[in-house]
């Protein structure tokens, strides 16, 4: 059974950076666009940013562009979140999530696999 598996997640003070990893199990990762979403403590789980299969085209959150570096690199069967300039808004638990086949769309119901979330904390 595919799994997602986040990890790199942590204390960070602002303005300093932290780079997120989602392995996944099973050999079928390249077939499937991915994506980032983050849900802060009594706030609804928003996107972040996603990625499409071969890694060429990435879409971000209005709030993490510029900051944030999606990739993936589909013979480890890892994407990545490169986050810099972090800011206190910024905490919330970060998950990755595979998309359903043919989307790589912001909305939630569009992704049919979750990991299990990793914290991101940024102190002021």
């Known amino acids: 059974q595919v799994q997602l598996v986040e990890s790199g997640g942590g204390l960070v003070q602002a303005g300093g950076s932290l780079r997120l990893s989602c392995a996944a199990s099973?050999?079928?990762?390249?077939?499937?666009?991915m994506g980032w979403f983050r849900q802060a403590p009594g706030k609804e789980r928003e996107f972040v940013a996603s990625i499409n299969r071969n890694g060429l085209n990435t879409y971000y959150a209005n709030s993490v562009k510029g900051r944030f570096t999606v990739s993936r690199d589909n013979a480890k069967n890892t994407v990545y979140l490169q986050m810099n300039s972090l800011k206190p808004e910024d905490t919330a638990v970060y998950f990755c999530a595979r998309a359903r086949p043919f989307y790589i769309g912001s909305n939630l119901d569009e992704y049919d696999l979750w990991g299990q979330g990793t914290q991101v904390t940024v102190s002021s």
């Open positions: 099973g050999r079928t990762f390249s077939n499937y666009a």
